[in-house]
């Protein structure tokens, strides 16, 4: 049963067609990720799915009802969504404890259930100004879950946070679609955040939809240059040094182009149907090092965990067919 569904959203703002007929659905406890450059129009339809923005076109069903936009309600906002907005604000000169205790429809093991899985338990006592900015969105995002949503929307989560912060919030989303029951939504300013954590991911561009799946699929099989680039690096091999790959069984060298992440090469021994080719740099990056290899015709970058490649060295590489696309 789907819990929401976007038929043709469309958005105007000015001489801008933010969003073009957006459409997709969302099934309950299904954690769906919306990912795309600035101004593809992700945080737009966040703020339209959750009543937030008037739409111009199209409509969103929230559990078969559909999601009125501010101009047609007193309060905005769509009962049963609750929506983590990158500019969230907790009320200054109370304690957490104060915070949370407002609108709290929760049972007493409930709440403590979710003050454990946001980490705040022992934040209780604090007050605003005596918390980071990671402390106070973990706050802000428990605050939200207090009235039990349906439904949450995350537009962007990570952003402005340090490593160790973010790193915690990741643990902490996570967990919320494990033990709380909550369907989750997110946009993240970085794609790569959402391959671990989304069971399906939306790459947008210029106000649609361009791509759809789930993790694995997006980033082994993208449907271009703009998505491949989204979820890091990538080798291009154009027609003319496609060549260099013809000894490699499955792999398709007739006039197109071949697209390859650093990490689906294989250093392997020396056979038949391995690539041969010369090692000009390598690149410690912490937990793996990046190697540029010479080929005939090409130079593609590898990544590997074994750090006793140096530069001038001779190696063999292998593919599978799977792990190429074309264009």
């Given at each position: ?34 990912v ?5 129009g ?5 703020k ?72 705040i ?59 709380l ?130 530069i ?16």
């Amino acid at each position: 049963m789907n819990l929401l569904e976007v038929s043709g959203v469309r958005k105007q703002e000015g001489d801008q067609e933010v969003l073009k007929g957006v459409s997709f659905t969302q099934k309950e406890f299904q954690k769906i990720a919306i990912v795309g450059e600035s101004g593809s129009g992700k945080s737009t339809l966040l703020k339209i799915i959750g009543g937030l923005t008037q739409g111009d076109g199209g409509e969103v069903l929230f559990e078969n009802v559909r999601v009125k936009g501010p101009l047609e309600r007193l309060l905005p906002g769509q009962p049963g969504i609750a929506y983590l907005s990158q500019h969230y604000e907790l009320r200054n000169h109370y304690r957490m404890e104060e915070i949370l205790s407002y609108a709290n429809t929760l049972s007493d093991e409930e709440a403590e259930t979710l003050y454990e899985v946001c980490h705040i338990s022992h934040l209780m006592k604090r007050k605003n100004d005596q918390l980071s900015g990671g402390e106070k969105q973990r706050v802000a995002l428990a605050r939200l879950l207090t009235t039990a949503p349906r439904l949450l929307i995350l537009d962007e989560p990570y952003s402005n946070l340090d490593p160790i912060h973010k790193n915690t919030l990741k643990k902490v989303i996570h967990e919320i679609g494990k033990r709380l029951d909550i369907t989750c939504l997110m946009v993240s300013h970085d794609p790569v955040d959402t391959l671990s954590w989304a069971d399906e991911i939306i790459i947008m561009k210029d106000g649609q939809i361009i791509q759809q799946g789930p993790p694995q699929q997006v980033y082994s099989q993208p449907v271009n240059e703009y998505a491949a680039a989204l979820f890091g690096a990538y080798n291009l091999i154009p027609p003319a040094a496609a060549k260099d790959f013809k000894s490699l069984p499955g792999i398709n060298v007739n006039g197109k182009s071949l697209y390859i992440r650093p990490e689906r090469f294989e250093i392997t021994d020396k056979t038949a149907h391995a690539l041969k080719g010369k090692i000009t740099e390598v690149h410690f990056m912490g937990s793996i090092y990046e190697i540029a290899v010479q080929l005939p015709s090409s130079v593609v970058t590898v990544k590997t965990g074994n750090s006793h490649h140096r530069i001038g060295e001779e190696i063999y590489l292998s593919l599978s067919p799977d792990d190429v696309w074309y264009a």
